[in-house]
């Protein structure tokens, strides 16, 4: 394995790796596998039809992680990957995926990563998707991560997808089916800046009774950015689900918040909360008379909104 | 030590014309001293500390420091002069927690006096240090934290407007403990405590009474007391009743 100053910064980035970690792993770099390893609990192998994928985490494997982050230093070079994650049951695992990009190009670089996770019954996982931009190019980076779970009876999942640093443009897609008291929480924090771009489209079915669900999304947009939110709830039968939605405008941006709720049985709770607005003055006032600048003040109560 | 001279402000009022809420204010706040500013709601108590903090910009006046004029520096550069100032209504955030606020407000705190902070408005660190100062707190912790801060800051000036708010007798009696030994009769800082509390009163060096923006009395506490006796222990009855004396 040859890994370079510049792979290294791009996985530390999104995944906060310094070495490839000694459990079950896998790294992609443009496009190729460039570590993997197993566990006896966890297998890695590659998807036979297409290019991307399985991990398989053994019933009851308890307090493992496995690492998959993506990264990109070829400039114009365009990744697709299909990947599986099975959950066995009553396992309890942590899932570090993430995608970094260097494009110094004036073409566009990006990463499509379709991922299928299934939560076998009364397995609990935790999946941390990071995604992170950087060089100087004129050419965009673009990532499309489109996730579509499954949580069985009595499991229990929770997403974080953070981005809050170089994407230009993005959509996430998120479909997640809940059965018989399977849970699912959705953690979003996002920034755009500049000229960026980002969208995010969450479906979720409650479908199984006593399921609940919860997305909590923040976000923050700068400079002439764009963001675009959906969220929807579906409820088919007794269940509880919450969708929260907040993020700080700043500058020339736009967000556009559409949280919706479905409701099929009467015995579905469903609510929503969104809002959308500037730094709150007090706030600053507050931050600055404990001596800090007003730039200082900014990014304090930004950093904290997003952390 | 810190002057203001003919300090006049005006704000836009909820009918669209001009109100003054400060007219011609002159005070002098001399190192070494406890102040204590009193007088009814609305008589512009607070707004003398925003100007101070530089939050209020007064359309006429000026405002010294040890001699240089700060009418002109912003709310940063007062506090880095060493002024400081517990909000009457302090904001609440999202993401930064009690310990992040007061580690913001003294950047060379140890972890000792950090905890000793929390420890003098009545809070247990281990409970509160990791937690948001957000929506999951209520008013009277938002304020107690507020007062921490301040006292952790140790600044030449230090105003804490009403700290009585939302702080109940016991703790109270402990933060004017600390407000004694920490603030009084030390030569080099300036205490401005905006109050009710007939005890902070008795104990400061020097009351002022302010009513419809403008100074009615100011003087030595066994002077003033008479004055604004029957309103203050009117003001101490609805507290020790439990109801909210103080909006929060
Ligand atoms: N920013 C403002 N805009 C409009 N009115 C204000 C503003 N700040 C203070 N006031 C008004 O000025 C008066 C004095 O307020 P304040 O200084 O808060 O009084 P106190 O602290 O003594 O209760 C009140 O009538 C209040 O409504
Ligand atoms: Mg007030």
Redesign the pocket.
């Known amino acids: 394995m040859n890994f370079n100053q510049l792979d290294m910064q791009l996985l530390n980035a999104v995944s906060d790796l310094r070495a490839v970690p000694a459990g079950p792993v896998n790294i992609r770099r443009n496009g190729e596998v460039i570590a993997r390893n197993s566990s006896s609990n966890i297998t890695v192998r590659s998807k036979e039809d297409k290019p991307g994928l399985v991990v398989e985490v053994k019933p009851g494997t308890a307090n493992e992680t496995v690492h998959v982050p993506v990264i990109l230093t070829k400039a114009g070079f365009k990744d697709v990957v299909y990947n599986t994650f099975v959950i066995g049951e009553n396992s309890d695992v942590s899932i570090i995926a993430g995608c970094g990009i260097h494009n110094d190009s004036h073409v566009d670089s990006g990463h499509e990563g379709i991922h299928e996770i299934i939560v076998k019954k009364g397995a609990r996982v935790r999946y941390i998707e990071k995604h992170y931009g950087q060089g100087e190019g004129t050419g965009k980076r673009i990532l499309n991560p489109s996730t579509v779970i499954t949580v069985e009876n009595g499991g229990s999942a929770e997403l974080e997808m953070y981005q809050i640093k170089g994407v230009d443009d993005t959509f996430r897609s998120t479909t997640a089916y809940i059965q018989e008291a399977g849970n699912l929480k959705i953690v979003e924090r996002l920034l755009t800046h500049g000229r960026q771009s980002a969208e995010s489209d969450i479906k979720i079915y409650i479908e199984g009774k006593g399921g609940s669900a919860q997305i909590l999304s923040r976000s923050v947009a700068k400079g002439t950015s764009t963001q675009i939110f959906r969220a929807s709830l579906v409820g088919k039968t007794r269940c509880i689900g919450h969708v929260e939605c907040d993020s700080i405008i700043m500058e020339d941006a736009r967000i556009k918040s559409t949280p919706e709720l479905v409701a099929e049985d009467s015995e579905a709770v469903l609510t929503h909360e969104a809002a959308i607005g500037k730094i709150a003055g007090e706030q600053l006032i507050k931050l600055m008379s404990l001596g800090l600048t007003e730039r200082e003040a900014i990014d304090t109560i930004l950093e904290g909104f997003l952390r | 030590m810190l002057r203001l001279k003919n300090i006049f402000?005006t704000?836009?009022?909820?009918n669209g014309v001009d109100?003054e809420?400060?007219r011609d204010i002159s005070i002098e706040f001399k190192s070494g001293r406890l102040y204590a500013?009193t007088?009814?709601?609305?008589?512009?108590?607070?707004?003398?500390?925003?100007v101070i903090m530089g939050i209020?910009k007064p359309n006429r006046g000026e405002i010294y420091l040890n001699g240089e004029e700060i009418s002109n520096l912003n709310v940063c550069e007062r506090a880095r002069r060493g002024i400081s100032y517990a909000f009457?209504h302090p904001p609440r955030f999202k993401g930064i927690t009690v310990g992040d606020l007061i580690q913001i407000a003294s950047p060379d705190i140890d972890s000792f006096n950090l905890r000793a902070a929390l420890r003098n408005v009545g809070l247990c660190p281990e409970d509160y240090l990791e937690r948001d100062v957000g929506p999951g707190l209520s008013g009277g912790e938002i304020k107690r934290i507020e007062i921490a801060q301040v006292l952790a800051r140790n600044a030449r000036i230090s105003i804490l407007?009403?700290p009585e708010a939302g702080v109940d007798l016991w703790t109270m009696q402990k933060l004017i403990g600390i407000i004694v030994e920490k603030y009084k009769n030390n030569p080099d800082i300036t205490t401005i405590i905006?109050t009710h509390n007939q005890r902070v009163l008795e104990i400061s060096d020097e009351i002022i009474v302010?009513e419809d923006?403008v100074i009615k009395a100011s003087g030595a506490p066994h002077k003033i007391w008479p004055l604004i006796k029957d309103d203050i222990e009117c003001k101490m009855k609805e507290q020790c009743r439990g109801e909210m004396a103080y909006e929060l």
């Open positions: 402000v704000v836009n009022g909820s109100r809420i400060l500013i007088g009814p709601n609305g008589g512009g108590k607070t707004s003398i500390a925003k209020y009457q407007d009403e905006i302010l923006g």
